[in-house]
């Protein structure tokens, strides 16, 4: 199923979980991990996800937070592959200082749109922030505070580079997102 970032409808549970099954075997592996820490809640708390049950997984995770003050996400964590692929550290920045104008206002209101649903978010898509031409299979999902406020994303971007890239790239419009409620996660 292909979804653009202006048509946000969830899709029903049959097509997001065959989706993740033709994904990468590591996205489903990241979606158990995240739904086993719900113990019985829509989403889990940010330290209910254990970090042990993922080791090979820690490069390519990501997890940022929402900012009120600065109406911007903020990158808390960023694996080691995630920061190659940027060619920088994340931590610490809030994603308008290291995403071009029109994908930070894309991702921006699509990561408030999982937040609100709360969603669960799979997208593909060829382009990325470095050099390199990059495919990325990515896994967004929601985490709640302390206060079990819905604040945190985490996720884990798969990169695969595919051979160089010229000066354009797919937008990221093009990306095949597939999206389903927490709720209908089982």
């Keep these: 199923m292909t979804k653009n970032s202006e048509s946000w ?3 029903d549970s049959a097509a997001f ?31 209910d996800i254990d970090p042990t049950l993922f080791p090979g997984l820690l490069p390519y995770v990501w997890l940022c937070a929402w900012d009120s003050e600065l109406q911007d996400f ?15 550290g994340l931590r610490g ?15 921006r209101a699509r990561w408030l749109h999982i937040l609100n649903g709360p969603l669960v978010h799979f997208g593909a898509a060829a382009g990325g ?4 031409r990059v ?5 967004t999902l929601p985490l709640c ?6 604040q945190f994303l985490i996720g884990l971007s798969l990169y695969k580079l595919v051979g160089s890239r010229e000066d354009s790239r797919h937008p990221l419009m093009d990306e095949e997102i597939i ?8």
């Design 74 to 88: 903020v990158c808390r964590l960023a694996g080691e592959r995630v920061n190659w692929i940027w060619g920088y």
């Design 129 to 132: 922030p470095s050099q390199s």
């Design 179 to 186: 999206q389903v409620p927490c709720a209908q996660i089982d």
């Design 9 to 11: 409808d969830p899709a």
């Design 93 to 107: 920045n809030p994603i308008g200082s290291f995403m071009k104008r029109a994908d930070h206002e894309v991702n």
């Design 17 to 47: 979980k065959e989706r993740i099954a033709a994904a990468d075997p590591r996205i489903e592996k990241f979606l158990r991990v995240w739904r086993d820490a719900r113990s019985g809640r829509v989403v889990p708390r940010r330290q």
């Design 135 to 139: 495919s990325v299979q990515r896994l």
């Design 145 to 150: 505070n302390d206060d079990g406020d819905l």
